[in-house]
Each structure stands twice: as C-alpha cells, then as structure tokens.
C-alpha cells in the first residue's frame, strides 16, 4: 500500500509569483486535505477536497485554490506569493474521518 | 469551532524517564481525538486515536484516554526514548467537515 506522496520537496518561489504543488492520495482514500504549517507552529487547515468537490475551507484567502482528480489526487495553487506564504505545505488523505487523517512528507516553500 | 491548549515545551526527559503532554480542548459534540507526532523535517504520523468516551487509544508505548467531563486527552508513555524525541501534536477532529485542529505542538527531547 503506498501512502501519501507529495512534490516537490523543497520550492523556492519569488513574492508575486504563482506555485502550484501536489499530492496523491493514499490508495483508496477519496478525502484530500491541505494544511499550512508555519515553522515552530502547529498546522493550520486550507481546505479539503472530496470527491473532486470542495469540501470545507479554512481561513484563507480566495489566493489559495485546489483541486481534486478522479484518481483522488490533488493540487494546491498558490497566486500572487507573499513573503509569509513561506511554510511547509502538508497533504492529507483520509477515507473514514474518524480512522484519522494520514500526512504526507509535506513541500517546503520558501519565497523571497 | 474547535480549539486545543497543549502543555508549552520543550519537555526534556532522560531517557527511561515517565511522559505526559497535557491536551485540553473545546469542541462542539464529541468530536474524535487523535495525537500525532512530527519527527524533525518529517510530515505528521498518526501516534493513537480515540473516537469516543472512555476510550483509550494506544501505539508504541503511548496512551492516551478520552476524557469527556474534562474534555481532555492527555498523552502518556512509561519509559521514553531518544527516539521520541519529536514534536507532539493533539487534533480533534470536527465531525462537519472531516476538519483536524491542531494546537501549537509540544516539543519533546529525551536524552541518553
């Protein structure tokens, strides 16, 4: 069974600029969630994806957009990058809420 | 909306020493609880879980018990390690919306 993988590792971004990021899913699990997590910080939540349907989103601007595939995999686009965008994107893929949510290694994004 | 207070780190231990991370939280219903653990440069791994009252959620050493009358779900572990030395993280989950909140995190650094 191949857990969560994200891409890329590591991205190093210009203030203005655009990034899109992704993720698959573990197999079979059809709920994607996207986590920001500021260093030193516990991760905050952007929004999840089911079944190619936006599924609840958290308190960030319409900057931040998503989306989900048939084959469950999903992608984070950031536009028009800040400087305190800077954070480790983590991806999340669940089947039943209550079996927990399991986490990628995340993508570290650092803009300047 | 959910929210959680951990115990502020960093926790430093000997190894072979007793663990506990205090967790609290406030959350509408009787949302399931998780622990994750965050290992340095790593992505977040499930620890344990529980999903409703008096349960006790347990792996690799650790438990933790769903505490309904004082809405808490404190981590314990009988004899740490060096390896888990790590940052530790409690997440209710909100039932609408499959939604993890995670607090601050508390750092935890055994030592030989």
């Known amino acids: ?112 | 909306g959910n929210s959680v207070t951990q115990m502020e780190g960093p926790v430093t231990l000997s190894e072979e020493a007793f663990l506990t991370i205090n967790c609290t939280y406030t959350a509408t219903g009787y949302p399931s609880l998780f622990w994750y653990v965050q290992y340095p440069g790593e992505g977040l791994q499930l620890l344990l879980k529980a999903t409703k009252a008096d349960d006790k959620g347990s792996n690799k050493g650790f438990e933790a018990t769903y505490r309904k009358e004082t809405t808490s779900f404190h981590l314990e572990k009988g004899s740490v390690q060096v390896s888990d030395s790590a940052v530790y993280f409690c997440a209710p989950l909100k039932a609408a919306g499959n939604k993890l909140t995670f607090g601050g995190g508390t750092r935890v650094l055994v030592k030989p």
Do not use: M
């Not at chain 1, 899109?20 to 079979?28: A, D, F, K």
């Open chain 1, 1 to 112: 069974e191949t857990g969560v993988t994200q891409s890329p590792t590591h991205l190093i971004k210009t203030r203005g600029q655009q990034v899109t990021l992704r993720c698959s899913s573990q197999s079979g699990h059809n709920t994607v969630s996207w986590y920001q997590q500021a260093l030193g910080q516990g991760p905050q939540f952007i929004f999840q994806y089911y079944r190619e349907e936006e599924n609840g989103r958290g308190n960030f601007p319409p900057r931040f957009s998503g989306l989900q595939f048939p084959n469950y995999s999903s992608e984070l686009n950031v536009n028009a990058l800040e400087l305190d965008d800077s954070a480790l994107y983590l991806c999340a893929s669940s089947l039943e809420p209550s079996e927990g949510q399991y986490f990628g290694p995340g993508t570290r994004l650092t803009v300047t």
